[in-house]
């Protein structure tokens, strides 16, 4: 069965970069039918993609946030990781990351629904 | 960027009975929606894709149908673990984007 589990920091300051880490259990990253995701959901709120990869380490940012995120896969490890930087309060949020079904043409591969996610880390952005 | 709407923003229903949750997108997103339930202090968790497909595991009682900009997630017999809160997500366009939610709460 496969799982995901987030870590990272829970307290981020204001201005510096939020970095979490995504570590992949019972199953192997390099799937090819397979992006890997991060997700959040501000307190209180509905969710929001922040972007996703795949194992070769071609990566996919929602445009707005993609000045500051970063999305790195390490498939030595069975981790993928995100970074966000120039956080704010804005950026306080529980952050999840998802397996992402991935779905290929004849031409162009396409992005899918998002199962299983990982239980999610709250990070909070303050001073 | 497509805007995806879920109405009601809440829904109040007693167990036993139906309950039907609506998700309109701004424009077509052919049959490429997906819709999860979250409960508190839990991650998502998949129920249909496809518009109408269950994922694995999710009882029967819960469908999905609708193509283009309406769907619609039926959940038939309302069980007390079913109140929770329900997103539908379109994954046709790029950026993905998810629906505001509608929390189904217990009449």
């Known amino acids: 069965q496969l799982q995901l589990q987030e870590s990272g920091p829970g307290l981020v300051k204001p201005s510096e970069t939020l970095s979490l880490t995504c570590t992949v259990s019972?199953?192997?990253?390099?799937?090819?039918?397979?992006?890997w995701g991060w997700i959040r959901q501000p307190p209180g709120k509905g969710l929001e993609w922040i972007g996703s990869i795949y194992y070769s380490g071609s990566t996919y940012y929602n445009p707005s946030l993609k000045s500051r995120v970063t999305i790195s896969v390490d498939t030595s490890k069975n981790q993928f990781s995100l970074k966000l930087s120039s956080v704010t309060a804005a950026d306080t949020a529980v952050y999840y990351c998802?397996?992402?079904?991935?779905?290929?043409?004849?031409?162009?591969?396409?992005?899918?629904?998002?199962?299983?996610w990982g239980q999610g880390t709250l990070v909070t952005v303050s001073s | 960027e497509i805007v995806m709407t879920q109405s009601p923003a809440t829904l109040s229903v007693s167990p036993g009975e139906r309950a039907t949750l609506s998700c309109r997108a701004s424009q077509s997103v052919s049959s490429n929606l997906a819709w999860y339930q979250q409960k508190p202090g839990q991650a998502p968790r998949l129920l249909i894709y496809?518009?109408?497909t269950r994922a694995t595991g999710i009882p029967a009682r819960f469908s999905g149908s609708g193509s283009g900009t309406e769907f619609t997630l039926t959940i038939s017999s309302l069980q007390s673990e079913d109140f929770a809160v329900y997103y539908c997500q379109q994954y046709n366009n790029w950026p993905i984007t998810f629906g505001q939610g509608t929390r189904l709460e217990i009449k």
């Open positions: 496809g518009a109408s």
């Open positions: 019972g199953g192997s990253i390099s799937s090819s039918s397979y992006y």
């Open positions: 998802a397996r992402e079904e991935r779905y290929c043409s004849s031409t162009s591969c396409y992005f899918d629904w998002f199962d299983p």
